[in-house]
Each structure stands twice: as structure tokens, then as C-alpha cells.
């Protein structure tokens, strides 16, 4: 019996669930607000939806954490999107305050469980979840590689015409800013990307991933992406509910892998029912180790930021 919870049904949280329940993965998806009815609705109209979809997956809409009772993994998408001009970091305190009293209430029923942040300034949040949870830092951890990684893909396959499914694309480091793309492992039709695409091209594409999430926040004008991003964080809960030991990018806790230490960064890991069961070590360039070192600091200077909110 295999059960996942998401907090927040907003276009994030709505969105996973319905891929979640969609793939018929696991048992139960309870989907919780603080909005009464919002998620009792949208539970509703999903399910309403599996005589045609042909899958079975039961949806709880809820406000009520005790329905959350004994997840196997618990998705954090609550908090607010960002606003066009709006930094990730200008979002801090408002979701640092949203994500500590969740965590609060997600310990409290689901003890256990593996905790999937999403909501944003990614880094900090991720921290803090670890933080309030007590929970072992390898049972939480982040999502944003996958969804870069994702998005790289995408640029790449639109430059080449490459057919999607052929193209392998990495992305490390924070989320953001300090994301570090990785040319150098990046392959196309088992291709080396360099191969495929002159230098100055590659710079261009790597550019339009770091910007990917404002690119969408300016074209929306309210909210934020969640198509993608929702793909990428119902991935992670499937790979832990069927502790498929798959290496993918995600924003772990870092134990001296790249001589790195005591910060959440966008790495490659093996995800099991444990959450984090190893950071993947991969050979870097110089210059990409360079940047997965540079991120660390910065993601180090941005959770010190967090001392400076009253929580
Ligand atoms: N508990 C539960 N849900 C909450 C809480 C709370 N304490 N506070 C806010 N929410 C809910 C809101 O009621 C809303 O339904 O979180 C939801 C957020 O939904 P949207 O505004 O649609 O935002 P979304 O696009 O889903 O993004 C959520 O993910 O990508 C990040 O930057 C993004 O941090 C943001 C998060």
C-alpha cells in the first residue's frame, strides 16, 4: 500500500497529483490547502476523469492533515509562485513561514516519510524542511534538476531536431542563478553534444536554461511554470515508491562528494524508498567543477539568509 501526499493545489500541486494518479503508481494520492474545497473539488473532478483516462488511482482532496496520515512521500509545493520582476529570493520569507508550518504538520502524521520539496527559493526551502523535520538529510530533499535538466533537453532538441527522447541532458548546481549545465556529459543521438552544436550555440542554450523558469513567468504574466516542474517532481515520488534506484538530478544533501559539505545541491543521486540513497560522483571539466563549487557557496550565503527571518 503505497501513499502520496501533496501539500498545496495550486497549478504545481494539482498538476503532480494528476500525473501521479494518472500513472497508476501508487495506492492514494491525498492532495491538502489551506483554501476549504479547493482540493475536495479538484479531487473530484480527477477522479470523475478515470473512466476515461483507464486509470484507477483514488484522489483525496482534504484540509485535513490526518487524512495525510502515513505517507510514504510527502510533495511540498505549498507557497506563492513567483511574480513577473520577482526574484526567487524576494519569495523567501513569505514561503519560509508556509513550508516550516507544513513540515510541522507533515512530522506530526507521517513520521516516516520521504519529504519532496518544490516551493521556492528551492536551496533555502529544502534546508529548512531538513531543518524543522529532524528528519535524516537523505529522507528530504529537492527538485529542480530534473526539471533544468528537462528544459535544457527541450533547447537542444529544438536547435537540432533531434528527436526529444534521444537527447541525454545534465544540469547540477542550485536552482537558478548558479545552475550549472554540463555540456561535456550532454549527449545528442549518442552524440557528444559538442559534436552537434558549435560552442557559441551551446553558451546560447545553457543561458536560456539558467533564465527557463522567468522566461515562462514573463510569457504568464501570473504564476509560474508547473507543466514541466510537475513532471519532474511526480517522477521523483514514483522513483522512490518503487525504489527504482534510478541516478537522477536533485537537490541533495552534500557529504563531501566533489569535496563539498553540509549543503542541499542539484546533483546526481540514486532515489530509493529511503529518498537519497548516494550522490553520483561524475567526471567533470575543470571549469563545470569550478561551477558546482561556486554554487555551494552561493547556495551556503543564501541559506544564511534564513537566520535573518523570524520564523
Ligand atoms: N498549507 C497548504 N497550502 C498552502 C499554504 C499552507 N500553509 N499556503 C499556501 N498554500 C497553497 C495556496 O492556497 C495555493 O493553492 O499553495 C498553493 C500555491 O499554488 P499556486 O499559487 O498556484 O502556486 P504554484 O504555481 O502551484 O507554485 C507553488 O512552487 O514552483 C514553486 O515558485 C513556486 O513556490 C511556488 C510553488
Redesign the pocket.
Known sequence: MSKVTV?????????TVQRLAEWDVVDEVVM????EG?PQGLALDMNQSRPVTGHRTLVVGTNDYADSAGSDVVII??????KPGMS?MD?LEV?A??VK??TE?IVRYSPDAVIIV?????DQ?TTLAAEVSGFPRNRVFGQAGILDSSRFAHFISEKTGADIQSIEAVTLGSHGETMVPVPSLCRVDDKPLAEVLDPGTIDDLVDRTRKG?AEIVGLLKT????YA?SAAAAYMAKAVVENSAEKLPVCAWMTGEYGIDDVYLGVIAEIGSGGVQRVVELELTDEEATGLAEAAVAVKEKVEDLAQIDL
Open positions: 501539500v498545496g493545489a495550486g497549478k504545481y500541486g494539482s498538476t491538502t490547502d489551506i483554501v479547493l509545493t505549498a507557497g506563492l509562485p513567483r526567487r519569495l514561503n513561514k508556509i508550518s507544513v504538520d518544490v516551493t521556492n527559493p528551492l526551502m523558469g504564476g509560474s511554470a508547473y516542474p
